[in-house]
């Protein structure tokens, strides 16, 4: 009668460690892309609000917010691609298009006004959408969050983040920089 208790007590410990590894099975680490996009040029994208300004042009010279499907609203010239553009881009786009019939030779200027917002979720105080401020990282995000809950991971995140117009998940340390549009997930420990 001992044995078949040690038969279970066996497949018991085989179930517990199979389950383990099939917990472990979604891990994934951050590509190589996650990096490599934080020290390229910011990309606009929706959510994003810019202020252009069109030198002796005050009647144009105003903040616009990137849309839904990525364009700006600007007077004169109408809807603007503005996604996936950097600012430089952009202000060559909207120079041309002035130049072509409005203005004799328009000198635009775009800076960030507000980034897009960045979202924390799982394991936080308080999960929710929060303001990106530049050289944001994992761990200042999930202190806008309320900190850690007290089942948190609290050694690495889940990052879900857009880059080239894909969206890749990866996990990363809480040192890691943030950028803006990122989804952090906040896991709970094993044990």
Aim: with cysteine.
């Amino acid at each position: 009668m001992f044995r078949p208790k040690r038969k279970g007590s066996a497949l018991a410990a085989a179930l517990v460690v199979t389950a383990a590894l099939v917990g472990c099975s979604g891990y994934r680490p951050a590509p190589a892309a996650f990096h490599e996009a934080i020290n390229q040029p910011y990309m606009l994208d929706a959510g994003d609000r810019i202020r252009i300004t069109v030198f002796d042009q005050a009647d144009l010279t105003n903040s616009y917010s990137v849309d839904q499907s990525g364009y700006i609203a600007f007077p004169l010239i109408g809807a603007v691609p503005a996604r996936g553009r950097t600012v430089q881009q952009l202000e060559g786009e909207i120079a041309a298009k002035l130049r072509n019939g409005f203005l004799r030779n328009p000198d635009v200027s775009i800076e960030v006004d507000q980034y897009r917002s960045i979202f924390v979720m799982g394991e936080v105080g308080a999960a929710g959408q929060y303001a990106y401020t530049p050289g944001m990282t994992v761990q200042n995000a999930i202190a806008a969050a309320g900190g850690f809950s007290a089942r948190a991971n609290q050694a690495n995140v889940d990052i879900t983040r857009k880059i080239n117009g894909r969206v890749i998940t990866g996990r990363v340390v809480i040192s890691d920089p943030l950028m803006a549009g990122d989804t952090i997930f906040v896991r709970e420990r094993l044990f």
